[in-house]
């Protein structure tokens, strides 16, 4: 099917068009469990709602889209539209949607109540909190028999969205947004597990809530598959070269859930042509280039860099995958992409060394200094960017794009048919930010314990303990 930026393939609520392959994939992660042995923690299992208005509504935000971005030094430019959620805007909204389905499929069989634990950048805690609302708001479940607690990074409160979930001040007593200042912002991946792992049994038998912590691979994974499933059934190749797939990525979660669905269609007997992944990075985080290369995510494998004091910038002109010039040889772009030594990073090395590929590394001078043309190769396909870049919030899509754009430049790109999955871009005139009376710092593992207390308490602890 043909698309154009102005006329894109737009694939309405992907996941009800593809629910089967995703419970396919849920199906098959249980059975993975099963066969591990009991895991420690709480799961909700691995089945969906049954299909029904509620449902589909629910699922609404998680339509798709391609757009024909045209080509450049011969190569065919491809966007998959990823940021359709009005509420996100970013790819976050889909992994999100079918957590707390699983959720609800537990809610509704059990009556057991369920507190989501995520430590997030940003961008999942603000996707994960907009479908627990939307769980209440389309009928699927109690507000108060599904809650979040979200552990950020307090270096990433200026990219969190306010909600009803915070808008609602019964909703954002049950719902809090916490956030930590430590050395490093992955951190809070630690503190997060580290209050599941310790509190879950006391939160259960005080509460009579099971804390679900969220932030596992394999949870992004089987949402991620849809992606695949859309690309074979609305954009198919045009010749038997390989597709390069172009991803700004932290741990690569998207491609490899991609990557799932490309297996399910060869299970299913489907001569998918086979994929081939080029990760984009930032300088602050640019673990999985640097393994990619080099085999480790060690900084001594980044190049050198040498101050120009004439126009105040760093350069290097000895590695083609890093940024040729940057204000800071260790800039944090934008702080979405936080994690260090990613796990991820051995199972994508070892796609990209079969089937082909690469990643590099780009900077906010390099994606400045391409921003004009990239807002205006993004204006027919309706994706708005400020005309002032210091109002963009999320850089993933000028990310990706100018990280391609710089590969092919430099001569790093072979191939000719190339889909950027456009991961997330919003702006400040996008979102209002979450008030600052709705978060509450927290300092270690017991000081999370102790403000989420208040917050899964049902209406008669409360009661009891005034």
């Known amino acids: 099917m043909e698309s154009s ?16 392959q995703v419970q396919s994939a849920l ?10 042995g009991p895991a420690p923690g709480f799961c909700p299992g691995h089945l969906l ?112 969205w306010s909600s009803p979930l915070s808008e609602d001040p019964w909703l954002a007593a049950r719902n809090p947004v916490f956030t930590y200042a430590g050395a490093h912002p992955d951190e809070v991946k630690a503190v997060a597990r580290g209050f ?18 969220t932030l596992d691979i394999e949870n992004y994974k089987v949402a991620d598959v849809i992606r695949a499933h859309a690309e074979y059934e609305f954009l198919p190749r045009e010749s038997a070269d390989e597709r390069l797939h172009v991803h700004a990525v932290s741990s690569a979660f998207g491609l490899l859930g991609h990557n799932l669905g490309l297996r399910q269609l060869a299970d299913g007997g489907v001569n998918a042509p086979r994929s081939r992944y080029f990760l984009v990075q930032h300088l602050d985080t640019p673990d999985m280039v640097l393994s990619l290369y080099h085999g480790s995510p060690d900084r001594d494998h980044a190049p050198a860099y040498t101050y120009d004091a004439a126009d105040g910038l760093h350069r290097q002109h000895e590695d083609p995958r890093f940024p040729q010039a940057t204000a800071d040889p260790r800039e944090r772009l934008d702080p979405t992409f936080y994690t260090r030594r990613p796990t991820t990073s051995a199972e994508m090395n070892e796609i990209i060394r079969a089937r082909g590929g690469g990643g590099i590394v780009v900077s906010g001078h390099e994606c400045r200094t391409l921003y004009p043309r990239i807002r205006r190769l993004l204006a027919p396909a309706g994706i708005v960017l400020p005309e002032d870049p210091g109002l963009l919030r999320e850089w993933s899509l000028v990310m990706a794009l100018t990280g391609v754009l710089q590969a092919i430049d430099r001569g790093l790109v072979a191939e000719d048919d190339i889909l950027v999955h456009g991961s997330g871009s919003y702006h400040a005139g996008d979102f209002r930010p979450l008030p600052e009376d709705r978060l509450t710092p927290v300092t270690e593992v017991e000081d999370l314990a102790e403000k989420a207390a208040w917050a899964v308490e049902d209406d008669a602890d409360r009661a009891a303990s005034r």
């Open 196 to 213: 599941v792992d310790g509190w879950a049994e006391t939160f259960k038998k005080r509460h009579g809530v099971n804390l679900w912590h």
């Open 49 to 160: 709602p049954d299909p029904d208005e509620r449902l589909v509504e629910f699922f609404s935000p998680s339509g798709l889209a391609f757009h024909d971005l045209g080509s450049y030094q011969g190569k065919r430019l491809t966007l998959l539209d990823l940021m359709r959620n009005p509420r996100t805007r970013t790819t976050k909204t889909y992994p999100s949607l079918v957590i707390v389905a699983r959720a609800v499929r537990h809610i509704m069989a059990t009556g057991e109540r369920v507190v989501i634990v995520t430590p997030s950048s940003a961008n999942k805690a603000t996707a994960l909190r907009d479908a627990v609302w939307r769980a209440s708001s389309s009928g699927l479940v109690a507000p108060g028999m599904l809650r979040i607690c979200a552990v950020v990074p307090d270096s990433s409160r200026a990219k969190l």
């Open 5 to 20: 930026a102005e006329h894109p393939v737009v694939v309405e609520n992907s996941l009800i068009r593809y629910r089967s």
């Open 27 to 36: 199906v098959r992660l249980g059975d993975a469990d099963a066969g591990a």
